[in-house]
């Protein structure tokens, strides 16, 4: 029991299964008793109007039966109720009650009894307004500043305001950008409306302003609108809340202002009359209702706050001052004063619990008995406590998780087929004339416990494709071994960027917590390559270095060897699957290989499987001191190259998109115009209409062809860049001998993407990672590490900034800059360089400096010191 509980004064349960919300309750006199006693107004979806007047009760005994006045079905469902001067000649109060489709104004009466069973209540209907729109809500007041009677307003749903001038209607007016309704106020102040829009944000409109703007009620403005009598209507003042408004109240702050309060989904906003935010809150728990009023203290609201918690919190400004617990959720809360007794809370929830209560507290009576005391043993209290200490620090030293139960609870292996498949699975490829393998991978699943939700995903680099990307699985018992095999092959005709594929398994732990698994592959070489001849001549050559004497490339590249040439043991053509040849020599003397072909971006998987097949070559002869290197010029201006292509092919596909739209949003007006022209009771003439329409509909499949086929060269084209990009990054470590964690660092920078995107493109994303790495780790000076990084990616205009940044990189790295990501990092690295460094260029005049330093890199005429192969036969000694 909680001690700041609600103290129940009356409550009872209204009907059964009825639902109710924030305006179906509401405190006033009535009857018009004139003794200053509220009645308590209840409306209900299911179409009851009740009204109570309660009296105390004792504890334990339920409500009486003469609590409730009136009892009555109404039919229609009850939005809201209030309480007012709506008829015209009186000023006595009167009941408004709103239905979705009807205003019902009514007089409640009660009858002098003569019998035990009390005063009898008769409610009579004075009139109603049925209304063209369904309604949302209402609110009322001297609009206007007229004296002596109210008003009424009400919100439709599709946002239209219609004013009610007791029995007659006034005018109504469609709220500018209005999409959804929301909770409305009057402020007799200001003489204004108050509202929160689908927007976010709440409006102010002037009831002049309101009366003299346009009728709503025509479709079309008349001559004389368009001259001037008719006048736009404008907000008087809007405020941006951010978030969805519950509820708006208005409460008069003294003789000279008002104060307009807004419950919010998180915050309640106190603002001033011009919009002004006088103060807010941010509330702890989700609201429900709330009711503000004025302070005995000076200067000062008091707000009731119900929410979600069952909780009613009391706020003078934003301290909080008492808080209740509440049985039921309130959907609306009242202040009211019931048989004399001021100050009564009056809340409802949406199940119909109508409580009356009060602030207090209820102490328990509870006292725990008193425990028998014993002698405590302070030895083997110090035994414990280091037990105890002993086993947390061994749980902080596994971690929160430990790493083998997490790997036990499944294990993930993966098998590449040794051979091509007999049957080749390959479907819908695009290779050319030459017949597509296929090889076999077979995935293991072997679990220890139950797991739920088990997810095998298959991912390889396009354009390899598998035959199935998806598995599911049910591991219902434990040590369970599932295995499933898939097909990968070459769907397309030009090379992947990389060989490994990846297997990811995500799963749920037996207590509910989500796991993921990873495991590569590499699938072999022979997969998208044939053997082929070496070739002559060759636009693009590399040379590896090495610390061991030369392999004979027959024994190294059996798959690839051809056993007639014997005597060409050091020379290996492969022929890549859609036409691309690439040649691998050896030097037998200079321990020193050379790989050759006509595009530069077709080196990298034979460099890459070159230096692996010698790296395992040399570890099965026991050997562990084997390494490659290079030593010639970083070839920048293919890259480059390759790199302007891209982005070439990247503005391409923006401007046929653009002209795309263009084109689309044409030919969407031809059909309008050509719909109305065929709609039109008198005919006239197409104007060639349809040819425009034919026209513009073949530009339009021509456009789209032309996106999709820019979109297939580029995806080939950022194939092409990655295998580039992974070859520059295998030449620099080799260059520079870097570790696996700065070659990591290098791949992050420039691989940071799977895949490419008009949104989210390489260039862009490599430019500001190198940009970052220049100005962190390799920075030359603090000056450098001050300047700040652009927040927002956007493609630029072009590649010469990314090309100046992308040298300057490989320039800091010839100097001594090192790659880190430690947090001495931002250390200048102006001791540890030698000769100085280039600083980064923060002007036009200061990148022009580079372009001396660029040709180190750039020069690709140098790339290979060896002078040209004349002929096949003299292959073997070329290198010599």
């Keep these: 029991m909680s001690l700041f509980k609600a103290r129940d004064w009356w409550s009872t349960v209204l009907g059964e299964k009825e639902e109710f919300d924030q305006g179906c309750l509401c405190l006033a006199d009535v009857d018009n008793s004139g003794n200053g006693q509220d009645k308590i107004i209840v409306g209900s979806f299911m179409g009851y109007l009740r009204i109570f007047s309660p009296h105390s009760v004792k504890t334990g005994d339920g409500p009486q039966a003469e609590d409730l006045l009136l009892e009555v079905h109404l039919r229609d469902p009850v939005l809201q109720v209030e309480v007012g001067k709506f008829v015209s000649g009186t000023e006595m109060l009167h009941l408004a009650v709103l239905h979705p489709r009807k205003l019902c104004v009514y007089s409640v009466s009660g009858t002098l009894g003569n019998v035990e069973h009390g005063n009898q209540y008769q409610i009579k209907l004075m009139y109603e307004h049925h209304l063209q729109r369904t309604a949302c809500n209402m609110t009322y007041g001297p609009f206007g500043g007229i004296k002596g009677r109210d008003l009424i307003c009400i919100q439709s749903m599709d946002g239209m305001l219609m004013v009610f001038e007791q029995e007659s209607y006034a005018f109504g007016r469609f709220l500018p950008g209005s999409l959804l309704p929301g909770p409305l106020a009057y402020s007799p102040r200001t003489d204004s409306f108050i509202t929160v829009s689908s927007c976010r944000q709440v409006e102010s409109y002037k009831y002049q302003v309101l009366a003299f703007a346009t009728d709503a009620d025509k479709k079309q403005e008349t001559e004389q609108q368009k001259l001037g009598s008719g006048k736009r209507l404008v907000m008087d003042w809007t405020l941006n809340i951010g978030e969805q408004a519950l509820d708006i109240c208005i409460v008069p702050f003294n003789q000279s202002a008002s104060s307009v309060f807004v419950l919010g989904e998180r915050n309640f906003f106190c603002l001033k009359d011009n919009g002004q935010i006088r103060f807010m809150k941010k509330l702890d728990c989700s609201p429900s209702c709330f009711l503000p009023y004025c302070s005995v203290s000076e200067g000062s609201m008091n707000t009731l706050i119900g929410n979600h918690n069952h909780t009613l919190h009391i706020y003078q400004d934003v301290t909080l001052k008492w808080a209740t617990q509440l049985p039921r959720v309130p959907a609306a809360v009242r202040v009211g004063c019931l048989h004399d007794l001021k100050g009564v809370i009056v809340t409802l929830s949406d199940d119909g619990h109508l409580q009356c209560s009060y602030l207090g507290t209820d102490p328990s009576l509870f006292q725990a008995p008193k425990v028998e005391s014993r002698e405590l043993n302070y030895d083997d209290l110090d035994v414990e406590l280091k037990e105890l200490q002993k086993i947390i620090k061994d749980v902080k030293a596994q971690g929160v998780w430990p790493m083998m139960e997490r790997e036990d609870d499944l294990k993930v292996s993966a098998l590449v087929s040794p051979n091509l498949d007999s049957v080749s699975q390959a479907t819908n490829v695009e290779v050319g004339t030459d017949s597509v393998p296929s090889i076999t991978v077979k995935i293991t699943l072997q679990n220890r416990v139950v797991l739920q939700k088990v997810k095998l995903s298959v991912y390889v680099q396009p354009p390899l494709a598998s035959t199935c990307e998806q598995f599911a699985f049910d591991f219902a018992v434990p040590d369970m071994t599932s295995i499933v095999t898939f097909a990968v092959y070459l769907k397309r005709s030009y090379t992947p960027s990389e060989l490994e594929g990846n297997a990811v398994v995500s799963y749920s732990r037996p207590t509910g917590i989500p796991r993921v698994i990873q495991c590569k592959f590499r699938l072999p070489l022979k997969l998208i390559c044939l053997p082929g001849q070496p070739s002559k001549t060759a636009s693009h050559k590399l040379t590896i270095d090495t610390n061991k004497s030369p392999v004979s490339l027959l024994g190294l590249f059996p798959d690839f060897a051809n056993q007639s040439d014997e005597d060409q043991a050091n020379v290996v053509g492969f022929r890549l699957l859609g036409g691309a040849r690439v040649t691998l020599l050896a030097s037998r003397t200079s321990q020193r290989y050379r790989i050759q072909s006509e595009q530069f971006e077709d080196l990298w998987l034979i460099t890459n499987e070159l230096i692996l097949r010698l790296q395992e070559y040399f570890e099965k002869q026991g050997i562990k001191d084997f390494a490659c290197s290079f030593s010639g010029c970083m070839p920048l201006q293919e890259y480059f190259e390759l790199i302007d292509h891209h982005f070439e092919l990247r503005i391409n596909g923006e401007k046929l998109e653009e002209l795309l739209s263009e084109r689309a949003v044409q030919f969407r007006a031809i059909q309008r115009r050509l719909l109305t022209r065929f709609r039109d009771k008198t005919p006239a003439p197409l104007q060639h209409l349809d040819t425009l329409l034919d026209g513009t509909y073949k530009q339009v499949i021509a456009l789209a062809d032309a996106v999709e086929e820019n979109q297939d060269r580029l995806l080939q084209s950022f194939a092409g860049l990655k295998s580039a990009t992974h070859l520059l990054i295998l030449l620099i470590r080799l260059w520079q001998k870097l570790s696996s964690d700065q070659t990591a660092i290098l791949e ?119 002078p040209p192969v004349p002929e096949v036969s003299a292959l073997q000694g070329v290198l010599e």
Aim: glycine share 4%.
């Design 748 to 866: 992050a920078a420039f691989l940071p993407l799977q895949e490419d995107t008009q949104e989210l493109g390489w260039e862009e994303t490599v430019d500001a990672a190198v940009a970052h790495l220049l100005k962190t780790c390799l920075s030359k000076s603090s000056k450098e590490q001050a300047l700040n990084l652009s927040s927002q990616l956007n493609i630029p205009k072009d590649t010469s900034r990314l090309k100046r940044h992308i040298t300057l990189l490989c320039d800091r790295l010839a100097k001594g800059g090192r790659l880190c990501v430690s947090s001495d990092a931002a250390a200048p690295q102006a001791m540890v360089m030698p000769g100085g460094c280039t600083p980064i260029p923060e002007s036009d005049l200061e990148e022009r400096s580079l372009d001396s330093s660029a040709e180190l890199f750039t020069n690709h005429k140098h790339l290979i010191t060896e």
